[in-house]
Structures are given as C-alpha cells and as structure tokens.
C-alpha cells in the first residue's frame, strides 16, 4: 500500500539531544498528524497539523506543516530515555477519509 | 470520554481458521478504519466504514471483511487464516465527517497464527 517517505528510519541519540525526523509525500495533504507508538500498543497523537506553514508544540515536541503541503517535520528538545518508540506520521489529503501513514523512524535513547 | 476499544487484545489462530476483532470507537466518532501491521509492512490501511458504509478500501485479498453497525461499532472478519495474517491489527476512530479532523488508535489486537 501507499506510504510516505519518512526519515531517518532509525536513530540512536544520547539523552539530552536534540532530535529531527520528517516526511515526505508527493501529494498535497491538508492534514499532518504525529504519532509516537510503544512496543506492542497503538500509536498515541502528539501533534496535529491543519494549516501549511504552522509550527505547533506539545511540551518538548514541536511539528511543522511544511509550506508545499507535501511535508511535516517533528522535533524532539532535550530527549529522555522514555521518548524511545517509533514515531509515525500520517496525511490526508482534502476530500479524502484515508490517512497515509509514513514508514516510522525509531528512536533509541542512549542515557 | 472513553478512547477506543479493542477486542480481544490477543489470539492465536490455526491456519484455515477464520476469526473476527472488534472494535468501538470514541463516543460521537462515526468513522472507523483497520490496520494492519507488521515488522516488515508498517501500517498497512484495510479499510474505513462510515455511517455503516465502507467508504475506502486498502489494497487486502477478500478473505479480510469488515462492517460497520448503527452504533459505530465496527467488526473485522479474517476468513482461511494464513500465516501472514500475523500481526497487530489497529483501529482507529474520528469523526468523519469534518475536513480537518484528527484520528486516534485503540490499543490493537495481536493476532498470532500458528
């Protein structure tokens, strides 16, 4: 099925850094949605995006909507040791009832 | 309010037998759509129902069925299980009828076929 081009796939970092993931699509969305996902349990919302150009933060998260429509970035500021999981974007095209989720980046910590 | 429901959140299956996950969703959301995923697939989109209508369809043979009822509960059918079929299958819920809307998951039922 359909995917989206996100990356980096993986990542490791040392607790305090600075992480960057994004996504890519070749369709205009007119929605972004972020979502982190622990080992065996579904993904939970962290960010969600409506606008193109608008930055919106949920603690140390900050996501964009890129200014193409066809891209979403999501920062991490000075991660944890609990930020690790995989973390997903989705997108949905306007009219359209179907979210197309990115390939996910996984994110280790190293303390 | 209540987030989305799953269940069974685990099952093992035989091959050839067929098994059905439910799902409810977030009081008010008339929207539900299915996942699947897998290691090596990611989130993979089955379908979403609507209204009782299953208004988008993934790229899933027919043995993978689903329904929506009056009360936005919604059922999916796994028939002649195969090996592959293993894998944590999500649901998620919005309200599904807003341009700009925001979709959240259940906890998934994990599937193993044995």
């Known amino acids: 099925g359909q995917q989206l081009n996100q990356s980096p796939q993986s990542m490791f970092i040392q607790e305090g850094e600075d992480v960057s993931m994004n996504c890519t699509s070749s369709?205009?969305?007119?929605?972004w949605l972020w979502y982190k996902q622990d080992p065996g349990e579904g993904p939970v919302l962290l960010i969600a995006l409506y606008k193109a150009g608008e930055l919106t933060s949920n603690g140390r998260l900050t996501a964009q909507f890129g200014i193409t429509r066809k891209d979403s970035f999501l920062n991490i500021s000075a991660s944890i040791p609990s930020d690790v999981g995989i973390y997903f974007c989705?997108?949905?095209?306007?009219?359209?009832?179907?979210?197309?989720f990115g390939t996910g980046t996984r994110l280790k910590v190293l303390a | 309010k209540a987030g989305v429901t799953q269940t069974p959140r685990y099952l093992i299956k035989t091959r050839g037998q067929q098994v059905t996950l439910s799902c409810s969703p977030i009081?008010?959301?008339?929207?539900v759509s299915w996942y699947q995923q897998t290691p090596g697939q990611g989130l993979q989109f089955l379908f979403e129902y609507f209204s009782e209508t299953q208004r988008n369809k993934g790229n899933f043979p027919g043995r993978f069925s689903g329904r929506q009822f009056s009360n936005s509960r919604s059922e999916m059918n796994v028939s002649t299980l195969e090996l592959g079929d293993s894998a944590l299958y999500l649901c998620?819920?919005?309200?599904?009828?807003?341009?700009?809307?925001?979709?959240?998951f259940g906890p998934g039922t994990r599937l193993l076929v044995l």
């Open positions: 009081s008010g959301h008339r929207s």
């Open positions: 369709s205009i969305f007119n929605t």
């Open positions: 998620a819920s919005s309200p599904g009828d807003r341009d700009l809307e925001t979709q959240y």
């Open positions: 989705a997108g949905r095209a306007r009219g359209t009832y179907k979210y197309i």
